[in-house]
């Protein structure tokens, strides 16, 4: 049985920990607010931006010949993107993303596929290297607050190898925010870009901004009239189409990593307050009964010297 001492060296330890944990905790709901507000920010030029791709896409006479939309015909080589983050103690965030990655490569396998992976942050590169899967690519070292020029290098990365024909499709995993408690996994097509996706994305968009009224295709009626031509203006938006949904994909996964953390952090002081309790109550035990032996020494003392 552990003495008085040892007891109450593990339950300053545990107090140790806990003030770790909270401090921890409340780091990361800061953090996340400032997530959920770029986000926020990040939304309206978003939706702008897929809204003038749809139209530019539909107004177009000849699609342009741009690589990233060209779905190749013979599938052999899937790139696949992690986005995980640069550090742990975040729960299942970046083991949900490795456990999704690694699903879906015993899936192409299966198919006769082969896979080249890409991962964003330091636990999505390690497990790989850990595992001696081969990697075209990797960035780390920004996913706690990532910048637009990062998702461009990464974008910039992932195009080359597509247009190199290093792979024949890019598919990305990241964790979608939905509230500081709760993220899902999810599971994009990034390249060949559909433009088709597009379209439909566009729609849903307007559906739910205009409640399906009566006017709320009166401006997508209205002639447009495009300087230069809708193929060349296409052939601008696509490429910042596909660094916008990378973007995108980063900032959600930065929200849900500070969302995870927090609630982790949250789990574990609880926990360790709960330990707390009862070491406290097995200190209280075993100085009660340490106290009963000394009384019960002093007593047979007593007693002998009679």
Do not use: C
Not at 142 to 159: E, H, I, K, Y
Not at 181 to 205: C, F, G, S, W
Not at 236 to 242: A, E, F, G, K, Q
Not at 258 to 275: I, K, Q, V
């Amino acid at each position: 049985m552990a003495s008085l001492k040892d007891i109450r060296g593990r339950i300053a330890s545990v107090k140790n920990i806990r003030k770790i944990t909270r401090a921890m905790e409340m780091i990361s709901a800061a953090r996340l607010r400032k997530a959920e507000q770029r986000i926020e920010a990040l939304r309206p030029y978003a939706d702008a931006l897929r809204r003038m791709t749809a139209r530019a896409s539909q107004a177009a006479d000849n699609i342009p010949n741009l690589p990233i939309l060209q779905e190749k015909e013979n599938v052999e080589t899937v790139g696949i993107l992690l986005v995980t983050g640069d550090r742990g103690l975040a729960g299942p965030f970046n083991s949900q993303i490795l456990r999704a990655g690694n699903a879906r490569m015993r899936e192409l396998r299966a198919d006769g596929k082969e896979v080249l992976w890409y991962a964003v942050g330091r636990r999505g590169v390690s497990s790989l290297e850990f595992r001696g899967l081969e990697t075209g690519g990797s960035w780390t070292g920004f996913t706690d607050r990532p910048a637009f020029a990062d998702a461009r290098r990464v974008a910039d990365g992932l195009v080359s190898a597509y247009v190199d024909d290093k792979v024949d499709r890019v598919e990305v995993f990241y964790n979608g925010y939905i509230s500081p408690v709760n993220q899902e996994v999810r599971h994009e097509t990034l390249l060949p870009l559909q433009q088709a996706d597009v379209i439909a994305d566009e729609d849903d968009e307007n559906d739910e901004r205009n409640g399906n009224g009566e006017d709320e295709h009166i401006h997508d009626r209205a002639l447009w009239i495009y300087e230069p031509d809708a193929e060349e203006i296409l052939a601008r938006l696509v490429p910042d189409y596909v660094e916008i949904s990378i973007y995108r994909a980063m900032l959600e996964s930065t929200a849900s990593e500070h969302g995870a953390r927090m609630s982790a952090m949250r789990s574990a002081s609880d926990n360790a307050a709960e330990l707390i309790d009862d070491l406290t109550l097995a200190a209280n035990r075993q100085r009660q009964a340490e106290i009963t032996q000394e009384i019960m020494e002093v007593v047979a003392g007593a007693e002998g010297l009679r």
